[in-house]
């Protein structure tokens, strides 16, 4: 059905209904999400963090990551543009360029995710 057929959203006056109708044919919508993930803030240049599946270091613009297990890495920025995604087998030792930024550091074991909120200076 159309946004103007009634009954009308009394939320809203009929003159923003009636130009949502008009001028456009996409509705805007406002999603809410409940994520359980817990963020690791790293912002310590040269730290060495352990995590279960991954040891990550940053040394300025440049993440360095071993896996300890088979994993599939993904690098997301925080308004949500991939950077880096690929397997990584147990063992590897890779390195990404990155911009100043925050990054979230997405790691996939089987089933299992998880995220951490990186700091590149």
């Known amino acids: 059905q159309a946004i103007t ?4 959203p009394a939320a809203y006056p009929p003159n923003v209904i009636s130009a949502l109708y008009t001028l456009s ?3 805007p919508v406002v999603a ?3 994520l359980r993930v817990t963020p690791y803030i790293t912002s310590l240049e040269g730290e060495s963090y ?8 940053t040394e300025g613009r440049t ?5 300890n297990h088979p994993m599939l890495v993904r690098i997301i920025d925080t308004i949500g543009r991939e950077w880096y995604q690929e397997t990584l087998s ?4 890779q390195s990404y360029d990155l911009p ?6 997405q790691v996939l074991r089987g ?4 995220s951490h909120l990186i700091a590149i200076p």
């Not at 057929?5 to 009308?8: E, F």
């Not at 352990?50 to 270091?57: G, N």
């Not at 993440?63 to 896996?67: A, F, P, T």
């Open 111 to 114: 089933s299992l995710i998880t």
């Open 25 to 27: 044919d996409h509705l």
């Open 50 to 57: 352990h995590l279960p599946s991954v040891i990550y270091t």
């Open 5 to 8: 057929s009634p009954p009308l």
């Open 32 to 34: 809410r999400f409940a």
């Open 63 to 67: 993440l360095h990551l071993k896996s």
């Open 100 to 105: 100043t930024g925050f990054y979230i550091l």
């Open 90 to 93: 147990p063992g590897t030792y």
